[in-house]
């Protein structure tokens, strides 16, 4: 190719340096881009950098993609109340899909014809990266060596040290993917179908013993405040994580359907989403009519399941994302939770937009708006049809 600008997804660990050093090597200008999703501090994005150079980068960048990642996605996963197999809050495949279109939109502003990833072909994130690319810009060449060469990490390591790198890749007893919206845990346990994560395996280890008090402020369905103290809704997302980790909440393990047609499994660690999602659907019983609390829920799965197999620029996603943010018109008011470790507990709500208005009555105790005879005919109404069809097909 006469032009050899490539843009490689650039996260410091084995995979993409190899890739790194590899490409470099075979005379493409490569410019290493890491999106930050809420997974490096700065001094790890530093060390990301002087690594790059090292591995043989033309350019290094690092895009700080926080906001974009909750106005793109986040939000709407908190609107849907959204858990993947009602356990999942779809930590990393959210990140992703914001990782991949903030990678082919700096690959175009720079005039890249190539594109690479440190994806294997035996996971889902090959297929999330490789449509977001390939939708966005379906003339760039997309690069996946370790998928295509189908390489083993000694393979890799072999590679990079006959090139003077002797950086160690002792591989961690467990693999960390973190971000704003959780973390991932997986290792040996989470291979197979009887094992649990030992404590010792996530990131954040409990050293509160006692309860604490929060209240949860929402404005139109977002996490507006927290204790009385209004912020932006990422920042309370850090905030709440910070605070809820130290209990050992959010823990659990995911079980379900890879988009390549096969069984995962996968631990995680996700406090404040679990909390947000629980507090936010308990205020939004008290706010939604029954039939939006319905179709939310359908639509709400139906959402995540398509932009956890890397189907967000599918037209589908837009229309749901105007529905879900249109019911979120009354979804106001403060929950109150109680923090314990390895566990959080939901006290109630109090909103101007609370449906269980006592003007209206009180639910078994007293009615307001109606009589006696109202309600006989209104139950005598509804058991009509099935009155009709029993006496149609009693002999059957």
């Known amino acids: 190719m006469a032009n050899k600008k490539l843009v490689l997804a650039y996260s410091g660990g084995l995979d993409t340096s190899y890739c790194l050093m590899k490409l470099s090597k075979e005379g493409y200008e490569v410019h290493a881009v890491n999106i930050n999703t809420g997974g490096f501090d700065k001094q790890q994005i530093v060390d990301m950098q002087t690594k790059a150079f090292q591995m043989g980068a ?88 370790i998928r295509d060469l189908q390489l083993t990490r000694e393979d890799e390591i072999k590679y990079l040290k006959e090139n003077g790198v002797n950086l160690s890749w002792e591989k961690a007893q467990y693999s960390i993917n973190q971000g704003l919206w959780g973390t991932s845990v997986g290792g040996k346990e989470t291979l197979t179908s009887n094992k649990n994560l030992p404590e010792s395996a996530y990131p954040s280890q409990v050293n509160k013993k006692t309860t604490e008090e929060v209240v949860l402020e929402f404005q139109k369905g977002e996490l507006v405040g927290i204790n009385g103290k209004i912020d932006s809704p990422v920042n309370n997302i850090l905030k709440l994580q910070q605070q809820a980790k130290n209990f050992g909440i959010g823990r659990d393990t995911h079980v379900g359907d890879t988009i390549i047609g096969i069984k995962g499994r996968v631990g995680f660690e996700a406090a404040a989403p679990l909390i947000i999602i629980k507090a936010h659907h308990l205020l939004e019983k008290h706010t939604l009519s029954k039939w939006q609390q319905f179709q939310k829920e359908q639509l709400g799965n139906f959402y995540g399941m398509l932009l956890h197999e890397g189907q967000y620029l599918d037209p589908v996603m837009r229309d749901l994302e105007a529905f879900l943010a249109n019911s979120q018109n009354t979804v106001n008011g403060m929950v109150f939770v109680t923090l314990q470790p390895y566990r959080f507990e939901l006290k109630g709500i109090d909103s101007p937009n609370d449906l269980m208005n006592a003007s209206f009555g009180s639910y078994g105790e007293k009615n307001i708006g109606w009589t006696a005879d109202d309600a006989k005919g209104f139950i005598k109404i509804m058991s009509n049809q099935n009155k009709i069809y029993q006496h149609i097909n009693k002999e059957k």
């Open 58 to 145: 033309h350019a290094y960048k690092s895009i700080d993609a926080l906001l974009s990642f909750y106005e793109k996605v986040v939000q709407y996963l908190i609107y849907g109340n959204i858990l993947k197999n009602n356990t999942y809050p779809l930590s990393v495949s959210a990140e992703r899909i914001v990782q991949a279109i903030e990678i082919i939109k700096y690959a175009k502003s720079i005039g890249a014809n190539a594109i690479a990833h440190g994806s294997t072909g035996a996971g889902n994130d090959q297929v999330r990266f490789d449509l977001i690319f390939q939708v966005m810009d379906p003339e760039i060449q997309i690069i996946s060596p």
